[in-house]
C-alpha cells in the first residue's frame, strides 16, 4: 500500500477539487463594444442607418399580441414562407438567431478538434474566433497587396486534410466577389478533397450573384444569410443556412430550443411577402452608393468595395484621426481599419440612402485637409 504524508494529501486533494476553466476559452481574444450608440449616425456596422420605413414597422406592429409576447416561438409557418420565397422546401432550410449561430454550429458539427480550417483574411472575425474556441486550425489566405484575390491560393490551401472552407461572397470587409467560373473551380476542388463548404452570403441583396443553387442540390454545401443587412433587422436577430436535408438536420440538433425571435419572424415575413419593401431598400442602396462613389471620384479619393453596404476609402491625412473627429464633432460613426493593402490604414463606411451619404461626405471634406 502506497504511504503518503500530510502534505501530499493535501496537494491530490486540491488537485481534485479545482474549478476548470477551458483554457482556450481562457485565451480567447474577444473585443465588446458597448458604446452608446443611438444618437449618432452610424456607418461603422454595416447597418442600414435609416432602417424600415415606420409605417413598415406600424403594420407588423398591429399583429403583435399578448399571446405572441408570451408563448415560445413557432417557426413552421415562417420557415414554409422562406422555402418558398427561395423556390425550395423547409427540409433544406434552418433558421438561426442571426447568421453567426449558423455558422458556429457548422463549424462545431463539421469539423474536429485540431481540425483544418482555411478561409481568406481578412473576413468576418467570427470564423477565426469560433475556431480558436473549439480548437481548429485557422489555415489564413490573405489577400493580395492590390486587395484582389487569386482564386489560386484558395485552392493550393484545399487539402485532404482540410475539412472546411470558408468563403464570403461578397466578402466583409473587402467587398469582392467570385465569379460563376471562379467559384466553380473551388467547388471542385473541395468536393474532390472531401472538405465541406460554406459560403457566407450575408451581403446577398447589395450584389445579386448567389450560389445558393448549390447548397440546394448538392451535398457538403451550405449558405449562411441574414436578414441583419439590407432587410435592416440587425435588432431582431435571425439568419439562416441553406443545405442538403441531411446537413441540416446536423445543424438543426446543434440548435438550442426556440432559438428564433417571434418578432424577427413577423418582420421577415412581411418584407419578403411585400415586394415593393424590397424594391425600396435596394433603390435607396443604389441612390446612395452611386452618390457616395462620385462624390469620392470627385474629390479624388481611391475606394475600394466592389459589393457590400461597405466601402474601403484612403484619406488624405490621418485615418485614425478623422474617426475620432467624426465621432466628436460630427456625430458620425465610422471605423479604421490598418495595412489594408497598398491603402495603408483607411476608413471603412457603411453606405446608406443619400441623405446620409452627404452628411458623410461633407464630412469628410471638412475634416480631411
Given at each position: 500500500m502506497l504511504a503518503l504524508n500530510k502534505g501530499e494529501i493535501l496537494t491530490i486533494h486540491n488537485l481534485r477539487y479545482m474549478y476548470y476553466l477551458n483554457p482556450k476559452i481562457k485565451d480567447l481574444h474577444r473585443i465588446f463594444d458597448q458604446n452608446e450608440r443611438k444618437d449618432y449616425l452610424r456607418l461603422d456596422l454595416n447597418e442600414n442607418p435609416g432602417g424600415l420605413p415606420q409605417d413598415v414597422i406600424d403594420d407588423v406592429l398591429k399583429d403583435i399580441t399578448p399571446q405572441i409576447v408570451a408563448q415560445y416561438p413557432e417557426t413552421l409557418h415562417f420557415t414554409e414562407v422562406l422555402a418558398k420565397f427561395l423556390n425550395t422546401d423547409i427540409e433544406h432550410i434552418c433558421l438561426v438567431n442571426g447568421s453567426a449561430e449558423g455558422i458556429r454550429y457548422i463549424i462545431q458539427a463539421f469539423t474536429s478538434p485540431g481540425g483544418r480550417i482555411v478561409g481568406v483574411v481578412p473576413s468576418y472575425f467570427?470564423?477565426?474566433v469560433y475556431s480558436e474556441m473549439y480548437g481548429r486550425s485557422f489555415v489564413k489566405v490573405p489577400y493580395d497587396e492590390d486587395l484582389t484575390m487569386d482564386v489560386d491560393k484558395?485552392?493550393?490551401?484545399?487539402?485532404?486534410?482540410?475539412?472546411?472552407?470558408?468563403?464570403?461572397?461578397?466578402?466583409n470587409p473587402m467587398g469582392n466577389c467570385y465569379t460563376e467560373d471562379e467559384f466553380r473551380r473551388i467547388y471542385e476542388a473541395a468536393r474532390v478533397n472531401e472538405v465541406t463548404l460554406l459560403v457566407d452570403e450575408a451581403y446577398h441583396y447589395f450584389y445579386p450573384k448567389t450560389f445558393i443553387?448549390?447548397?440546394?442540390?448538392?451535398?457538403?454545401v451550405f449558405?449562411?444569410?441574414?436578414?441583419?443587412k439590407l432587410f435592416s433587422m440587425a435588432g431582431c436577430r435571425l439568419g439562416y443556412v441553406v443545405g442538403w436535408p441531411e446537413g441540416i438536420k446536423m445543424v438543426q440538433k446543434m440548435c438550442t430550443p426556440?432559438?428564433?425571435?417571434?418578432?424577427?419572424?413577423?418582420?421577415?415575413?412581411?418584407?419578403?411577402?411585400?415586394?415593393?419593401?424590397?424594391e425600396d431598400l435596394i433603390s435607396k442602396f443604389k441612390e446612395g452608393r452611386e452618390y457616395l462613389i462620385d462624390n469620392l471620384y470627385k474629390h479624388g479619393y481611391?475606394?475600394?468595395?466592389?459589393?457590400?453596404?461597405?466601402?474601403?476609402?484612403?484619406v488624405k491625412t490621418d485615418a485614425e484621426k478623422i474617426v475620432r473627429r467624426m465621432k466628436e464633432e460630427k456625430g458620425i460613426l465610422i471605423k479604421s481599419y490598418p495595412n489594408v493593402g497598398d491603402f495603408g490604414t483607411c476608413l471603412r463606411v457603411s453606405i446608406g440612402e443619400k441623405a446620409y451619404m452627404e452628411k458623410f461626405m461633407n464630412a469628410l471634406l471638412d475634416l480631411d485637409r
Open positions: 467570427m470564423f477565426q484558395i485552392i493550393n490551401e484545399i487539402t485532404p486534410d482540410t475539412e472546411l472552407l470558408i468563403l464570403l461572397n461578397p466578402n443553387e448549390y447548397a440546394l442540390k448538392d451535398k457538403h449558405v449562411t444569410r441574414t436578414f441583419s426556440h432559438n428564433t425571435n417571434a418578432f424577427a419572424m413577423k418582420f421577415a415575413e412581411k418584407i419578403i411577402t411585400t415586394p415593393s419593401i424590397l481611391r475606394h475600394k468595395g466592389e459589393a457590400g453596404n461597405f466601402l474601403f476609402i484612403e
